[in-house]
């Protein structure tokens, strides 16, 4: 991965330079990027990035790269120079015929539309080096790289860059760790005494949470019965004979012995057997390197890198993408509090959407796809977040490919997702998505294990049944 990686570097130092002209020259930058935690820490890295240079700047999260092309056919897209962050790899053409006359950088990870990149127009993305962006390096993995091409002093963003990646589920390649691009950010972030790294149960805040409220807020990967559940966690940790307090302090992951470790393992596993649950599917997702921030306070949701993507998510997914993108940039007092009340409450809704979804008359099974009805119940941002928990709770058949959607005017919008066998297998969710959409008059894209896509209302009938076709040919 050496010769691909210097590739890389060498194109981010380029991305970097022609921002470094943008703010030479006194232009207007535009920052544009997704609404999920990937986007809200790069749009977020490149936000501090540019307060450093003194920087004339915008920044906005999209739900839909429509919204902005929506605004530009009405001209309010006023900036000299726009950079694309987690989001434009998919639409280069769309891009160039709005926006050709002007800077263009794209800093993506999704799969390319196409290898032309047109005259004026950066593109970065890991695939033109070969690399997957789906497990070696995500979008705020690459803003990293392009913010420390801007100056060395930006190795402050790479627990950010780090946050980013596990909130993409970078980590979920077999064993739950970071690999490729990812690792090497990593070990710098490690290296500057920014991070910490151990091996343990992924609960999140092993070191510093009361051991059943750290197994009630893991999220990743969902635990039916325990996450949300902090009284049930706590009746399986005391009925495992793990004591939850010595003397007046709880007890947290870190403090307990190997022995305990394992019984508590064990206990997780046979909880979830007992409801019928693939527990050993969902035990190979709770081991693996946890990721803490060093400099952040234990008492804050900032402290667990994966714990830190979530409360990215919470800011995105409920029209709040500034408050993420300010605290990823580095913002914090009023504001972080504002993002950890914002954390609370997806977490109660997010509970609340998989009591709704997950109910027998909400799925429907095809052939190939488990289809989740999230109808008009569910909000339209958080079905994707919805699709990657289910996904992860083991609750749909691990033969099939899940598919979720929800209402949003006379729109749909669907996530997708795939196992790593079915990627193994050969299918690729970004390509049908975006064939498939596209044939019915929406738009679609991603990688191949998850992808996303935003579909007329009265399409959605032709819509999942050619998608259940395309993933039985692949297959
Ligand atoms: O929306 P969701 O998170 O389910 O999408 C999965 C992946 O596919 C994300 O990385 C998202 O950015 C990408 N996607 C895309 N084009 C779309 C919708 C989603 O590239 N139209």
């Known amino acids: 991965m050496n010769e691909p990686y210097e590739r890389l570097l060498y194109s981010a130092a380029n991305a970097a330079e022609v921002i ?15 609404n999920d935690a ?26 839909r790269i ?9 001209g309010l897209v006023g900036a000299d ?50 690399l997957d962006g789906a497990t070696q390096v995500s979008a705020s993995g690459l803003a990293y790289l392009v913010s420390r091409a801007l100056d060395e002093e930006n190795y402050v963003y790479s627990p950010i860059a780090v946050v980013g990646a596990l909130g993409d589920l ?17 070990e710098e972030a490690v290296e500057r005494g920014l991070m910490h790294t151990t091996e343990d149960l992924i609960l999140f805040g092993r070191s510093f949470r009361p051991l059943h409220v750290a197994l009630a807020s893991t999220s990743s990967p969902f635990l039916p019965g325990l996450t949300g559940r902090e009284d049930a966690c706590y009746s399986l940790i005391a009925s495992l004979g793990i004591k939850v307090k010595e003397g007046d302090a709880w007890r947290v992951l870190a403090d307990l012995t190997e022995e305990e470790k394992s019984r508590l393992y064990n206990g997780i596993i046979s909880f979830l057997a007992s409801k019928g649950l693939p527990a050993s599917s969902i035990a190979r997702e709770l081991i693996g390197t946890v990721y803490e921030l060093a400099e ?19 800011c995105g997914k409920t029209g709040n993408a500034w408050v993420g993108m300010a605290v990823a940039a580095g913002v914090r007092g009023g504001l972080l ?11 109660v809704q997010m509970a609340k959407n998989m009591e709704l979804i997950t109910r027998p008359d909400a799925m429907t099974s095809m052939e190939h796809i488990v289809v989740i009805n999230g109808g008009d119940l569910i909000d339209e941002r958080q079905v994707s977040s919805l699709a990657s928990l289910i996904s992860s709770s083991g609750m749909i058949p691990q033969d099939k490919v899940l598919i979720a959607w929800a209402r949003h005017g006379d729109r749909i ?32 894209g991603g990688h191949n294990v998850a992808a996303g896509a935003d579909v007329p209302a009265d399409a959605l009938e032709l819509f999942l049944k050619e998608v259940d076709r395309r993933v039985g040919s692949q297959l």
């Open 81 to 130: 120079c726009i950079v694309f962050l987690d989001i434009g790899s998919g639409y280069v053409k769309e891009i160039h015929n709005r926006f050709g006359e002007r800077r263009v950088v794209i800093i993506d990870h999704h799969q390319p539309q196409s290898l032309d990149v047109p005259k004026g127009f950066f593109h970065l993305n890991p695939h033109f080096q070969g």
């Open 170 to 186: 970078q980590d979920k390649d077999g064993q739950r760790r970071l690999r490729g691009v990812n690792a090497k950010i990593v």
């Open 337 to 347: 509090e504002e993002a950890q009340k914002l954390l609370e409450d997806y977490r």
């Open 296 to 314: 952040e306070d234990r008492w804050t949701y900032l402290r667990d890198a994966r714990e830190f993507a979530w409360l990215l998510n919470a």
């Open 413 to 444: 919008k669907v996530s997708a997702r795939a196992s790593r066998s079915h990627v193994e297998r050969g299918i690729n969710l970004g390509s049908i998505l975006s064939e498939v959409a596209g044939s019915v008059g929406g738009r679609g």
């Open 38 to 63: 990937d986007a809200l820490s790069a749009c977020g890295i490149m936000v501090g990035s540019l307060w450093r240079k003194d920087a004339r700047f915008l920044a906005r999260s999209v739900n």
């Open 66 to 74: 429509d919204e902005l092309f929506r605004q530009a056919e009405e």
């Open 20 to 34: 470094k002209e943008c703010i030479e020259q006194d232009s207007l930058l535009l920052l544009v990027c997704h």
